[in-house]
């Protein structure tokens, strides 16, 4: 793997061009054969007979799931416009405690219902809505304005035409007219402003799609949480028959005089041991369908039936190597890009600040009809009812501000470095949570096939202990040792499978693929168990 440095270099020039093109729009719709780079929330789909039967969570469903908004929402630009544009549903979920839910299908009313998810949308249509906002400087100001008054004034006048020294003037007014103002050129203020609002509303699409990917995680970890949960109190219940066929087989050698009374008394031991770890088991099994009703969304309750791929096939290796799989992170995990917009936004903040030093050349003008009846206690005035109109150019040009624009730019240019580090950051957490999936995966892998293997192993030493015992070739005691082994090798199984079917979902959420149309990172056995 190449150095980490020239690989973060590589991959933020690459990002400049990314975001380039989102800001142009070139995004907006995948193009055939950009597909694969294309970030798609909306529609997934399974591209082999073999990931039709994987994981049913949204890179393995075998059916259509829809995200938060409609059409094809691929990109951070693409996200965001749909966020923009489409309202989230309103109301709770409530869950059919009689419908079966598969896990795609749970990730589609998580994505509905789930707050988090509904609060990165409104702040999306949030950035949006500043983003017309900030092109609204780009236009003239139009005002209109109606005056209607009366005014009365004293005016001073010589004595020979004004006997009291002053005359008095009352003139009542209707002045309608449009106002104008337009800002001409600011030296690339506006342009700054708009750029950086720009950019803002990519990184809140980045942040939408983020959200998602992490519930979508949430739900299938919860999921896969009550899949185990479901397999402990299987497993519980099978460690309870076998506990009670050695209490069996401990009281019949008593009835036949070939075993003693402590012997009985210890076998039922292990049976009421059993009967209290299936009880243990079946408060995990509620506990965790609490779990996944609230991270669906809906009201936490043990409510919730699942349908739970009894055979589904697990996952058996990796397809891509761990270089392919950090530059897979780099290039599609939206945490990345949206911070890389973030850079984009302080960037043209520091434009906008130092833009702020130059002066500005502005148009104003107005229009009206101006119509007067005024009246005097000595003469006579005429009533005037006249166009009136006005138009100017204006250069402003701040001399001093007491540093308010030297401390502006300097906050500009330290949110631009911040956004720089935090870049750096994040792209050494990525670095390092794709590693730690990686290595996850493959200890899950070889952990499935040592407990496999223990299990069979441990289900041959236990019916050998067993059948001994009866024979009267070996004791009480070699026969419950091989019992408790069999039930923690039952457990491990059940562990172990889970643990691969979770490792499996973190590696694809690590990269960023997670509800991507992008072929998995894992490859999954057959329907018959066959590579």
């Known amino acids: 793997m190449g150095s980490a440095r020239s690989r973060r270099k590589t991959w933020n020039e690459a990002y400049d061009a990314v975001l380039q093109n989102e800001a142009a729009g070139y995004y907006s719709a995948c193009e055939p054969l950009a597909r694969l780079t294309c970030l798609r929330l909306i529609r997934h789909r399974a591209t082999s007979n073999v990931v039709l039967l994987a994981l049913s969570l949204a890179i393995f469903s075998v059916r259509e799931t829809r995200a938060q908004c409609a059409g094809n929402v691929s990109s951070p630009g693409a996200a965001a416009d749909c966020a923009a544009r489409e309202t989230p549903r309103e109301g709770p979920i409530v869950l059919d405690p009689t419908h079966s839910y598969g896990l795609a299908e749970l990730i589609e009313i998580a994505e509905h219902h789930s707050p988090s998810t509904r609060i990165i949308w409104e702040r999306a249509k949030q950035r949006a809505r500043e983003l017309g906002l900030a092109n609204s400087a780009y236009y003239p100001q139009l005002e209109g304005l109606a005056v209607f008054g009366d005014q009365r004034l004293v005016n001073p006048f010589p004595k020979p035409l004004a006997p009291r020294g002053y005359i008095m003037v009352e003139a009542p007014i209707v002045q309608p007219e449009v106002t104008l103002q337009y800002l001409i050129f600011d030296f690339g203020k506006r342009e700054g402003t708009v750029d950086s609002a720009r950019a803002e509303k990519l990184a809140a699409g980045g942040d939408f799609i983020q959200v998602n990917q992490a519930l979508a995680f949430r739900v299938a970890t919860s999921y896969y949480l009550l899949i185990t949960a479901q397999e402990r109190l299987q497993a519980a219940q099978d ?223 236990y019916s050998a202990s067993l059948d001994a015992y009866k024979y009267g070739v070996k004791n009480l005691i070699d026969v419950v040792t091989a019992e408790k082994q069999l039930a923690l090798a039952r457990l491990s199984s059940v562990s172990a499978r889970s643990e691969l079917f979770v490792e499996a979902v973190n590696l694809e959420f690590a990269t960023g693929n997670l509800l991507r149309n992008q072929p998995p990172a894992t490859k999954l056995q057959s329907q018959d168990g066959n590579k």
């Open 239 to 461: 460690i309870l028959r076998t506990a009670q066929t050695t209490e069996d087989a401990a009281e019949w050698r008593l009835n036949n005089g070939l075993a003693t009374l402590p012997d009985v008394l210890n076998a039922r031991a292990e049976t009421s041991q059993a009967l209290f770890d299936l009880e243990s088991a079946d408060g995990d099994e509620k506990i965790a369908r609490v779990t996944l009703t609230e991270a669906v969304g809906a009201e936490p309750s043990p409510d919730i039936v699942i349908d739970g791929q009894n055979g589904a096939p697990l996952p058996e290796a990796l397809t891509m190597s761990i270089d392919a799989l950090i530059d897979r992170a780099m290039a599609g995990r939206p945490d990345l890009m949206a911070q890389a917009s973030r850079i984009r936004a302080a960037k043209n903040e520091v434009r906008a600040a130092r833009a702020a030093y130059k002066p500005q050349i502005s148009l104003s003008g107005s229009v009206g009809q101006t119509s007067v009846w005024p009246t005097a206690d000595v003469g006579q005035l005429g009533p005037a009812s006249q166009p009136t109109w006005a138009a100017g150019v204006s250069i402003q040009w701040r001399i001093f501000d007491g540093g308010a624009r030297k401390n502006e730019l300097l906050i500009a240019e330290s949110k631009r470095r911040e956004a720089e580090d935090e870049l750096t950051a994040k792209h050494d957490q990525a670095t390092r949570e794709v590693w730690t999936a990686y290595i996850a995966f493959r200890t899950a892998l070889r952990k499935h096939e040592a407990a496999v293997a223990l299990l069979k192993s441990a289900n041959e030493s």
